[in-house]
């Protein structure tokens, strides 16, 4: 096994384009089989919400956070073309983004649950970096023995979360847009208890196969379900994680 | 396939940096400033913008004669009666400014306050609700006719996130040297605001003659104590009543416990020159303070104890110079400085500065 793994390693450091034209033959005498995969990348994209509000006004950095996703798929292939797949993965999901925002309606959150609410003006430095175990489900199209593509959708559980940041050179006007004027040279929030504990979502990709047993990998997860819940007031928004995985997978 | 792919992407990329809309438009309403000739005034215009009060502190003359105010508003929203109409102070005149945000949604009031002291004896007896923080309403020490004299900490610990009126460290105490009323202050914790983001450990009790100025609570929190009043006449003595029980353990700026170190209340009255406001980081060092009237002994007094101090001068008083008088009062002495005791408990009532 480990002789195979290092000579299929310098085949495909080597040529790049490796030798399958045997496996043709199958199209004809194709048995449904179970196949393993080991999944393997990062995640770049977004917590975001789909469409920016008025009151954002600039984003002055964008950046991924470092998002590993590793996990495991099962799939039946009942026909030579068609499929279906299960997958467990744990996935983290993060950005951080320096945006400018106006009139922008937040709220300053306190462990013991007293709150200072308003609308800020100002610079906003927003870190998120959660981590969840996923399930995805998928139907999955092979239409030759180079490309896989797959379209299903996700559910999600989180089990660690951070979603903190800080407000600078601005102000916030207590409760609404009449109230106090308060300058904030620098305040900060972190909303990372409030997350929702549970996501699902679309997801969907295509693999490459670039060796015997590895592909290139690219999967789209879209959530459907707002991060936080409707009652929240630190956002106004709906906000949803947006992230495309890009990375390997192995077939094992 | 291929392009299917590539649409997704391009849908990613699309929802992320894509389109930023158009502006807002401003939402805001506010009287920004208020400007009066300074021959007019006996202290400077305040705006409490929480509450909606311009505070004209007046001469004589400009009471009996009006004035007229430039006004400064959001730009682009608008405001009546109109900036550089006269103000009238008999009954047809002027009482309140509308404003309206450049969004034509938002309206703000703002209601013209003249602050006059006549009498510099203060019982303690009336007491308002101040709804800056509509869902933690707090007591509020009122002058004789509601206008607003005296202020505290309050503001800034509603700020901090207290969330039980109760937890405010000044209010009112039925248990009064005389008459219904009397004032308590009360050092209280920080909250988890104030220690996170501020480094704020307690907050003493405070009560002072003057304004809390909110717009500046998070920069420069001694800065938002505005002290003292306008004053005319030569003071004498500074005298009152109060009652003193300091907390058990003291602490330091950063929250740790002081071993054998008791916490002390402070009383004090400062006359000083000019019409702009002094605040808790000059009040003691100013060059133009005339004269202090200092509690010389902060310690515990389980009874109702007189004080009778006599001003001490560091200039000579010159009846032709404006003047303001601040009277502060705390329930730590180093409060300004965040130490002090949990639970430290003063309380004040029939004060008075003595005219020569």
């Known amino acids: 096994m480990k002789n195979r793994i290092i000579v299929l390693l310098i085949v495909m450091l080597t040529a790049g384009s490796p030798l399958f034209a045997q496996d ?157 004027k308060i300058i904030i040279d620098e305040a900060t929030f972190d909303f990372g208890k409030e997350l929702r504990k549970f996501d699902i979502g679309l997801q969907g990709g295509a693999a490459y196969r670039v060796g015997k047993k590895l592909s290139v990998t690219g999967n789209l997860a879209w959530g459907l379900r707002p991060i936080f819940s409707d009652d929240f007031k630190g956002m106004d928004f709906p906000m949803y994680n947006i992230y495309l995985m890009l990375g390997v997978a192995y077939k094992i | 396939m291929k392009s299917r792919k590539l649409c997704w992407v391009a849908a990613l990329a699309g929802s992320l940096c894509g389109c930023i809309k158009d502006a807002p438009l401003n939402p805001e309403a506010d009287i920004e400033s208020f400007t009066i000739d300074k021959s007019n005034l006996t202290g400077d215009v305040f705006i409490d913008q929480s509450k909606g009060r311009i505070r004209l502190y007046l001469t004589r003359t400009a009471y009996d004669s009006g004035v007229v105010p430039t006004i400064k508003i959001t730009p682009g929203a608008t405001i009546t009666p109109a900036s550089g109409d006269s103000l009238k102070f008999d009954s047809a005149g002027i009482k309140k400014y509308t404003v309206i945000s450049p969004s034509g949604v938002n ?34 020490l009122e002058g004789e006719d509601g206008s607003a004299i005296w202020s505290s900490g309050n503001l800034g610990v509603g700020l901090a996130g207290v969330s039980n009126p109760k937890e405010f460290p000044l209010r009112s105490t039925t248990d009064a040297y005389q008459g219904k009323l009397a004032a308590e202050l009360e050092t209280r914790p920080g909250t988890e605001l104030s220690m996170g983001f501020m480094n704020i450990y307690l907050f003493a009790g405070s009560l002072f003659m003057g304004n809390f100025d909110l717009g500046s609570a998070f920069q420069n929190p001694l800065k938002s104590t505005q002290f003292g009043q306008p004053y005319a006449g030569e003071p004498a003595r500074f005298t009152g009543y109060y009652k003193y029980k300091p907390g058990p353990v003291f602490q330091d700026e950063k929250g740790n416990p002081v071993a054998g170190k008791t916490d002390e209340c402070s009383i004090y009255a400062v006359l000083y020159t000019g019409t702009s406001r002094l605040d808790a980081t000059n009040i003691f060092t100013s060059e133009r303070i005339i004269a202090t009237a200092v509690l010389p002994d902060g310690s515990a007094k389980a009874d109702w104890t007189h004080f009778d101090i006599p001003f001490t001068f560091k200039k000579s008083y010159d009846p032709n110079v404006p003047m303001m008088m601040a009277i502060v009062a705390s329930s730590s002495k180093d409060g300004n400085y965040y130490r002090g005791a949990v639970g430290s408990r003063l309380l004040l009532d029939n004060i008075e500065i003595v005219k020569k």
Not at chain 1, 156 to 172: E, K, N, P, T
Not at chain 2, 111 to 136: H, Q, S
């Open chain 2, 107 to 140: 309206k703000k009031t703002y209601t013209i306050e003249l602050v006059n002291i006549g009498n510099w004896k203060f019982d303690f007896e009336k007491w308002g609700i101040d709804k800056t923080f509509p869902e933690i309403p707090f007591e509020t």
């Open chain 1, 24 to 180: 043709h033959k199958t199209a004809t005498s194709f048995k449904p089989v179970l196949e393993h995969r080991i999944l393997a990348g990062f995640n770049f994209g977004a917590t975001a919400p789909v469409g920016l509000p008025n009151t954002i006004r600039k984003i002055n950095s964008y950046w991924s956070e470092f998002s590993p996703s590793l996990g495991y798929e099962l799939s039946y292939r009942a026909t030579s073309k068609w499929g279906a797949a299960i997958g467990v993965k744990l996935d983290y999901k993060g950005m951080q983004v320096k945006d400018e925002v106006m009139y922008f309606p937040t709220i300053i959150t306190t462990k013991d649950g007293a709150s200072f609410s308003g609308d800020f003006t100002g610079k906003n430095k927003t870190i998120v970096h959660n981590a969840y175990v996923t399930i995805p489900v998928s139907a999955v199209f092979t239409p030759n023995d180079r490309w896989r593509f797959n379209l299903g959708g996700y559910a999600a559980w989180l089990f660690s979360s951070s979603f903190y940041g800080s407000v600078h050179d601005g102000y916030i006007r207590n409760g609404g847009s009449t109230g106090e």
